[in-house]
């Protein structure tokens, strides 16, 4: 079956498309897991090497380098090797009963709940987006943010190797105006990096803390380039609205002291995802609502 066959079956037949993105989305999240609990421990040790070298310290040795790829999936308790049937996105989880086949220790809820998330916001793709680049590009936007967000929950950063990526992905695909048009997203990349730029530096001088890190306008910069500037304002007012209410409703539960920071990447990456698929219905309700369009 040719490719262009192949696209027009997935077009033709709503269902096979949904569950081959179901399908897919699920592995693509069992990979996530791996993404997010290794590249942050990647990158300390980068970091650890680069301070040895500085300060001409001996550099730390280890016997087990980690990447992406290599160990193979293990237990952390036990280091017993996962066998290809217990790594089954989800259902292996079922299988065990959430426990490890060889200690029995207990494995977090998180994994599956990851790799669920990714599959059905993989497969709701399905209903905006036909079968094409637009949809490829879609599915990686959609996955890098999913990594980001549980990266920057769990150690509030958000990786260059991640969110630099994303970014020029985001002109690549515009490069033919699949999402919006190259100068616009040029434009968007710009304008999303130096506005909360502008914002950080202006609320350092007032108050002489830092209220977000630079890894915020990085992203909105990814936003930007692979939705367009018309995108940003939206994205801010969404992510903001958000972050406030989530923000304080956790002080008023006592779940955070008012000084203790709360990462504002995840918020972004749920607006630009929401824009991704309804920021012009939005915008057209909101100008509609305020008399300023059709």
């Known amino acids: 079956m040719s490719s262009l066959t192949l696209l027009d079956a ?6 096979l498309l949904l569950g081959s993105l179901l399908a897919l989305g699920l592995i693509v999240g069992s990979f996530l897991n791996v993404v997010i609990y290794r590249l942050p421990v990647m990158m300390e040790t980068r970091w650890r090497a680069d301070c040895c070298e500085l300060l001409e310290l001996p550099q ?8 992406l790829a290599f ?10 090797p996962i066998r290809a049937w217990q790594n089954i996105p989800v259902i292996s989880y079922l299988l065990l ?26 497969a709701a793709l ?22 980001l967000t549980m990266i920057d929950v769990d150690h509030q950063l958000l990786p260059d190797d991640l969110t630099l990526p994303l970014l020029w992905l985001g002109l690549a695909f515009n490069l033919g105006g699949t999402f919006v048009p190259l100068a616009d997203a ?34 909105l910069a990814a936003l930007g380039a692979w939705l367009g500037w018309q995108a ?16 304080l409703a956790l002080v008023f539960a006592r779940r955070h002291g008012r000084d203790v920071p709360i990462p504002f990447g995840p918020y972004l990456a749920a607006a630009g995802w929401i ?20």
């Open 126 to 147: 399905a209903w905006h987006f036909d079968a094409s680049l637009a949809l490829c590009g879609a599915m990686f936007f959609t996955w890098v943010l999913i990594a």
């Open 97 to 122: 009963r959430g426990r490890c086949a060889n200690c029995a220790v207990h494995i977090p809820l998180r994994y599956p709940l990851v790799e669920l998330v990714t599959g059905l916001i993989t």
């Open 186 to 219: 040029v434009i968007g990349a710009m304008a999303g990096y130096l506005s909360l730029w502008s914002v950080f530096w202006l609320f350092k001088l007032l108050t002489g803390k830092e209220g977000m890190g630079y890894g915020d306008f990085k992203l």
């Open 275 to 294: 824009a991704l698929l309804w920021g012009e219905q939005i915008t057209g309700v909101y100008l509609r609502s305020a008399g300023l369009g059709p």
């Open 71 to 80: 160990p193979n999936s293990h237990c952390p308790a036990c280091e017993a």
């Open 232 to 247: 940003l304002p939206l994205i801010i007012l969404l992510s903001s609205l958000v972050g406030a209410v989530v923000g």
């Open 10 to 15: 997935l077009n033709q037949n709503g269902w």
């Open 60 to 67: 730390e040795k280890t016997d087990r380098p980690l990447s």
